[in-house]
């Protein structure tokens, strides 16, 4: 699946920095994706792929942040909704025991560990799901994204392979 997407964005999109950004935004690579995509396969400096893939991540992570709760709310009215949400919340409340002892920190860290199932999207779920304010929650992810780009650019400028 990833990949049918990668070959989509560089069939529509000539520009690397436009394609590392929006794999960036994706729930399935996030950054840990886009930045090697970017410093590989896109042929940018390590800064700019850096840029791209970090203001990507942290730009979906806003609408996610502020609208998680009247869509949920929304969508429970319905059984197939109220699964999913259901799931969802059990989910990141199980992965987020970090967040709920320790907040703010618990969030950077959570956010910015570049592995599966944490990253912008679900830290930003948990942001709501454990009711941290805005400003918390737009601050810990940035943060937590900064370290997680910086670790994925170390390991890629490394040579070690992330994508192939």
Known sequence: MLESMIQFFQEFIQDPRWITFLLAMTPIGELRVALPWGMTYGGMVWYSAFFWAVAGNFLIS??????????????????????????????????????????????????????????????????????????????????????????????TTMGIKIIS
């Not at 942040?65 to 989910?91: A, D, H, K, N, T």
């Open 62 to 155: 806003i609408p996610i942040v502020m609208l998680l709760g009247p869509i949920s709310g929304y969508l429970m009215r319905w059984p197939l909704g109220e699964r999913f949400f259901s799931w969802l919340f059990s989910r990141t409340r199980r992965k987020g025991k970090m967040i709920e002892t320790w907040e703010f920190l618990g969030l950077v860290i959570f956010v910015g560990i570049p592995l599966p199932v944490t990253g912008a999207w679900t830290g930003a779920a948990a942001a709501f799901l454990f009711g941290l304010s805005y400003r918390k929650s737009f601050a810990a992810i940035f943060a937590g994204l900064l370290m997680s780009a910086s670790i994925v650019t170390i390991i």
